[in-house]
């Protein structure tokens, strides 16, 4: 594929609003995780919340699209001066030509189960009250979206669980190399719900504590909830060498089981063997992979053995799930951006909450930061339904 | 914008009083009445029978019409690329999760969790035909179908290889159907190349459009049309059961609508 730009990029998680303090939060290697206290929820585990999500309306204007999704959506939006940037590439392409692209599992679905504990005592309906179109929908976010940014392009949410906003730069690259859009706003939010906290915890997929990626006594994912965006473009001829491009996006799918991959990793494999290959890269080009790592214990080995098998044992990898929780829908654009901080101030993040790395699994797990120029890196994300993706970023001065 | 250009090579389709493709292009041709009657979901055979039993009416839905479109192009449903657009997922699973979620006990179904993602229909094409290309799972509201096509389209024009899009609608159970009326189930599939195969049925040169979407003739099929975002392609699938080259309006998001120049093969 033809490199696109991350022009601009922000990110809003457990860690902090913005990539301030979510750099700050990398690089001291804090963990945004603590015991569940979301809504009514009462289930021994830990979560990555969002401090304050619901601490103001949404703006009268987009009063109809009123939901803690939508508002963490926002809130992630006015960070890092992104809608600018936006409002930027609009005035040179025209807001039709931009589209967006983003990813979301839950959506507004907070809202509706909230609501089904108001159904009429008679006639069983919804409160008046209830959004279907604004909140609950699948779609409620990427209209949103595309309303908040004043854009008028095609637009789209992509919901395939825990791959979606990673799969958002691969359809974005394809719309925009098939001369559909200029340019696309890709993105990932995902918030808190009780449909995805006792979901997993009736898989038996949830820790009790802060989830541990690769240690040898992981025992389940952490939640955590977040917003991330980037808005891609074609490189500017004076883009600086610290910026960062997409070189290649891998999509595959397991044709296996809906909630757990095949032991051998081979999906995974076949997402980041066709990321190099779009990028036109081997596997000695990456310096880290920033890894699925969820910590329950088949994903963690089945991702171990892809990774071993793609790109061999010795390059330094981590999940960053740890500090951040697994934000679901979002992690793919969360995780896009985190490998975008780690590009331009030259670091890889360790994973934090590992203690003991699990030495069965053929990975160079990073448990402290380590300083390095990185060139260019791999994103894995993959989802329930077999689901994966994965992503080949790198700095711009770099690939030159 | 250059129109994104693909070869149309078989269509899948399941709704109301429409059994199959065969069916409705008699009805969507005029050589036969429509004749209303609640969509038919066969059982998904191609599914081991563990999983068979864990599916609702969209996983069956999408799974017939996909292995319609499939088997009308004589392709290979493992070597596919696919991508799944609904406006709603599953109503039924999602109304009983909500349910569950407000009583006092919250005791989710594992299987009721892992099918409420959006992407269960796209899980459970991969598992009954063994696909592992690359799979997408869109949702666009009342422009799901629209988003579906164009998705399809820039990947057979960037990656020059086939793809299937299946999109597909069921009904929500009360309460939600109060907030989201669509009627009655419908699929539609099609399998798209980026060059002529054995028997293509035409060519498609699509492009975005600010005029009108075109309607259908007959109220009843129009009204089918407004009530069911994956009956938004029913335009595209007359003019297509026509056999006839012309220029059709297909409903996105506004302010857009899609035109497709039908190119029939003979």
């Not at chain 1, 204007?61 to 939508?70: P, Q, S, V």
């Not at chain 1, 610290?242 to 891998?250: A, E, F, R």
């Not at chain 2, 493709?21 to 005029?30: D, E, F, I, N, Q």
């Not at chain 2, 600010?210 to 699938?237: F, N, V, W």
Request: with cysteine; aromatic share 6%; net charge neutral.
């Amino acid at each position: 594929m033809t490199p696109l730009a991350l022009a601009s990029y922000t990110a809003t998680s457990a860690l902090g609003r913005g990539l301030e303090p979510t750099l700050a939060a990398l690089q001291a290697q804090r963990s945004g995780l603590a015991p569940c206290a979301f809504e009514t929820v009462r289930l021994a585990m830990c979560v990555g919340e969002v401090p304050g999500v619901d601490a103001a309306p949404l703006p009268a204007a987009l009063a109809a699209f009123e939901c803690r999704n939508n508002r963490l959506a926002l809130l992630a939006l006015g960070q890092d001066g992104f809608a600018a940037a936006v409002a930027r590439s609009a005035a040179r392409h025209g807001a039709a030509r931009i589209g967006v692209f983003v990813g979301t599992s839950t959506s507004g679905i907070l809202e509706t189960e909230q609501a089904f504990r108001r159904l009429d005592p008679v006639s069983g309906a919804l409160p008046p009250d209830f959004r279907y179109r604004g909140a609950h929908n699948t779609f409620s976010l990427g209209a949103f979206v595309q309303r908040a940014l004043g854009l008028r392009g095609p637009a789209v949410v992509i919901s395939s669980a825990c791959s979606s906003s990673a799969k958002v730069f691969a359809s974005a690259q394809r719309a925009i190399a098939a001369g559909l859009i200029e340019a696309a706003v890709v993105g990932g939010v995902d918030s808190l719900c009780l449909t995805t906290l006792y979901g997993f915890h009736s898989l038996q997929l949830v820790s009790t504590g802060p989830c541990r990626p690769f240690d040898v006594a992981r025992d389940g994912i952490s939640i955590g909830e977040g917003a991330a965006f980037a808005l891609l473009e074609r490189p500017a001829a004076a883009a600086g060498e610290d910026s960062v491009l997409l070189l290649g996006t891998g999509e595959s799918s397991d044709a296996y089981h809906m909630s757990s991959p095949p032991p051998d990793g081979r999906g995974a494999a076949a997402a980041m063997r066709q990321a190099l290959a779009a990028a036109g890269l081997g596997a000695a080009d990456i310096d880290y992979i920033n890894l699925h790592g969820t910590a329950t214990p088949s994903n963690d080995a089945a991702e171990a053995i892809a990774v071993g098998a793609v790109l061999g044992a010795a390059v330094p990898a981590s999940s960053t799930k740890g500090a951040t929780g697994h934000a679901l829908g979002a992690a793919g654009a969360l995780e896009a951006v985190i490998c975008a901080l780690a590009l331009r101030h030259g670091f890889m993040p360790g994973g934090v909450n590992t203690a003991a790395v699990d030495a069965a699994l053929p990975v160079s797990y990073l448990l402290g930061n380590r300083d390095a120029r990185l060139r260019r890196v791999m994103s894995n994300s993959f989802g329930f339904g077999g689901s994966n993706c994965s992503l080949v970023l790198a700095r711009a001065g770099a690939h030159a | 914008m250059t129109a994104l250009t693909a070869w149309l090579d078989g269509i899948g389709l399941l709704g109301p009083g429409l059994a199959d493709w065969p069916t409705a292009a008699r009805v969507l041709s005029g050589t036969q009445p429509w004749v209303h009657a609640p969509t038919v979901l066969p059982a998904p055979q191609a599914l081991p029978a563990a999983e068979r039993r864990r599916t609702g009416a969209v996983v069956k839905l999408a799974l017939a019409a996909g292995l319609e479109a499939v088997a009308h192009a004589g392709a290979d449903a493992a070597t596919l690329a696919a991508v799944f657009s609904s406006s709603g997922g599953d109503g039924q699973n999602c109304d009983e999760i909500c349910r569950t979620l407000a009583s006092s006990e919250r005791q989710l179904s594992p299987t009721r969790f892992h099918n409420s993602v959006h992407n269960a229909a796209a899980g459970y094409w991969g598992i009954a035909t063994g696909a592992t290309a690359a799979c997408n799972a869109l949702c666009a509201y009342d422009a799901s179908f629209g988003a579906g096509l164009l998705e399809a389209l820039t990947q057979v024009v960037t990656e020059r290889s086939a793809v299937l899009l299946v999109a597909y609608d069921a009904r929500y159970p009360e309460p939600l159907y109060g907030a989201r009326p669509i009627p009655d189930g419908f699929g539609i599939a099609l399998v798209l190349a980026p060059a002529p195969g054995a028997r293509p049925l035409a060519r498609l040169d699509v492009r975005l459009s600010e005029a009108p979407a075109d309607t259908l003739t007959d109220a009843a099929l129009e009204k089918l049309r407004g009530a069911i975002p994956a009956a938004r392609s029913l335009p595209l699938l007359a003019q297509l059961a026509r056999r006839a080259p012309g220029r059709v309006m297909i409903d996105y998001l506004d302010p857009w609508r899609i035109a497709v120049e039908v190119d029939a093969c003979p």
